[in-house]
DNA sequence: ACCTAACCGAGACGGTACGTCTTGTCTTGAT
DNA sequence: ATCAAGACAAGACGTACCGTCTCGGTTAGGT
């Protein structure tokens, strides 16, 4: 949580991509306000309500201020967004890892239905035509997820309950990918009841299982 | 493949969300020339050179007639990208379920690593704020992918080689929906390696193998 | 009064601009439907509230034979103003030319200070940029005026009250042209004291009247 | 003839209804080149020719700045008009008042005659669908052409030439009246001859000259 | 009673201009 | 030196209206 921006401490460790805003003082005000005035944005009509012009009236920050600390609009929404949603993670822990799997599958899909999971989808697809802001989203929203479930895939590995020779970040993308893809493209339902069949094709694969009996 | 849009015919069994044009003589000579127009202008500069005044030169079809086709730029871009990607669509057949998935998996990933993946994805996050288009491109593009997939899970199920109880649904946005988290997020990367460790991790499961011992 | 546009009966004695409709029966119907429509379109939205669409619409009768029986929509306009209106010129009798003349001048005023005049106002400026409207206006609406003022200027002169030396036409304008400029640029009002003091101006010149004797 | 438009100077003394720009260094650049590029339209094809696009590609200012120093087009034509005319005002000076006013008759005549004439005429006409634009005209043009015959009619005043009851607006209205009439009514032709008929008629009245004694 | 034109409705279409919106740069002046 | 305020160019947007056109259906008048 070492605050990733604050410029006058080591300006040069710099998360590749993001900004380090220009020498110094009143800068944080100027950070800050702007997040603010973005986070109200995005509460009231969600990213298309985001507009540089907007954020600069309401945070009483100029358009060329912004600029300096952000490449983009998308930038400052990303970020204000990952902030603002950083202390919802909660990690389940129901005794076992297919327990605590499912029930983050289900804690995200429900994330997605929700008006925020509007703005992530919004966020993301932003990312897409403004790669400048693809870090921002990935440093200040995606990492503090990905680190989270992390931490439920450690214990399960440990535990010996999942396959240790899945990489993390396979076993993320298998998990919440079909989250992902469905919020966006809107093909399918972000139900409570996907959420469980998509966890459970994901924790015991595709193919059948054969093992127990004759076939 | 009869034209679903082809107005005196059944005006009535339009899919929801796709417009069927007014009356209808001309209308496939504008419907043709807008799409052809289209599909250059994307082979040249990708979603973003998708134009409504680009398309409207390119083509001769006026603008005002290009917004009674469709409801917006996203949308004929979706169709447009969808007929011309339409005879892409080639099934593995190794023999195998698993060989087969795995395949179409590692085909489906060089697909999206492809230039034509970058317009796949424009379309994808395009589709977000213009809920107008997503029709569009669902009945257009992700149809038929779907539809493809679906007759390689039908036959591994035919074969007994996946678990009947899953969903072809499911099975679908489990083995594409972490490729699609990817483009779109950009957290890592498609190459046939990560593509290989996905479709290995979503057949087999994310859980033990305790198979081989006692359970 | 006599239809000067009835098509069968001597299609040749055609006002110059003004179109005689194809052959013709068919045509009085169209011919009249449309007027109707225009002159409802005009009470409701004055000139800028009648567009070729909208005639067609109200009227029944296409865009195409529109275009057959008018040149342009401001002549369908100029048309149907000028039949309205032609009903309402009455001539006042006062038992003086200058009595007459000064009336018609309050009279005249206080039409273009109506909503009426607005439309007159609008379709007068109208065949400024659309000169084949503006044989319709002067055919079916100045005219009428014209005649009716040669009228009382006629009488003016047989009863030896006015310069038998000036042209009627001259005279019409003298008197009604300060009251149109007014009315077009708006530089000053339109009221019965205005109309008397232009009148008055006009009947009695504007050179000193030294004739009488020692000032 | 100080700047009207100058921001800094005095704000607050704007006639009523002329627009002034926002804040205002760069204002004096974009408000000149605007005017210059619409002159040149106007001489090539008259108003028509005055496309808010037209004016944007010739100066180099957007659109948007456009709006932002004037309501419409026809403002900025008017303006544009009004200053490169505001130079040709030249006062006849014969020795009497009849021959100045008959002249002066004579000299507009020519003028509504010539093509400038024409663009007078579309700007009046332009002024009556586009309400916002007549400050412009009346105070970039009319005003400065009120003002100079006013000159005229306050000598001949002094004189005791003509009759000092009798308004100099009124004056005006009844001396070019007719004038603004034929050219946008077209329904006589503006001829000298015409033009001393007119202003003959006006300063001597239309009454006839009986009277009292011989002539 | 037909038959053959002309006429008509309906409305799609290309074209042109509109007025608005947002972005990212640049300038000015105050702190 | 930094910043707020905001003017500005660029260019896409979606709409409106125009005048032309193509399509069938209808009506009439000549046979």
Redesign the interface.
């Known amino acids: 949580m070492s605050a990733p921006m604050s410029p006058e401490a080591e300006p040069a460790r710099v998360p590749e991509g993001i900004l380090v805003h220009p020498t110094g003082a009143r800068s944080r005000r100027v950070h800050e306000a702007a997040l603010r005035a973005t986070c109200d944005l995005l509460d009231e009509g969600g990213?298309?309500a985001v507009t540089v012009d907007a954020i600069a009236e309401r945070s009483g920050v100029s358009k060329a201020t912004l600029y300096k600390h952000w490449p983009s609009k998308t930038a400052v929404a990303a970020e204000a967004f990952g902030r603002r949603m950083a202390e919802t993670v909660a990690l389940p822990d129901t005794g076992t890892?297919?327990g605590d799997?499912a029930e983050q599958v289900r804690l995200v899909s429900a994330f997605y239905a929700s008006p925020a999971g509007t703005v992530f989808?919004?966020l993301?697809?932003?990312?897409?035509?403004d790669p400048g802001a693809?870090p921002y989203?990935?440093v200040y929203f995606?990492h503090g997820r990905?680190v989270a479930i992390g931490v439920l895939w450690e214990r399960a590995v440990r535990r010996?309950?999942?396959?240790?020779a899945?990489?993390v970040?396979?076993?993320i993308?298998?998990?919440?990918?079909?989250?992902?893809?469905?919020l966006?493209?809107?093909?399918?339902p972000l139900t409570p009841e996907?959420a469980d069949?998509?966890s459970g094709?994901?924790?015991?694969?595709?193919?059948?299982?054969t093992?127990t009996g004759a076939?």
Chains 1, 2, 3, 4 share one sequence.
Request: one cysteine or more.
């Open positions: 990213l298309p890892a297919r799997l989808a919004q993301l697809a932003a990312c897409v035509s693809a989203f990935r995606l990905r010996g309950e999942v396959d240790p899945i990489d970040e396979t076993a993308d298998i998990l919440f990918g079909p989250l992902v893809f469905r966006i493209s809107g093909h399918r996907e069949a998509i094709a994901a924790l015991y694969g595709l193919l059948r299982h093992s076939d």
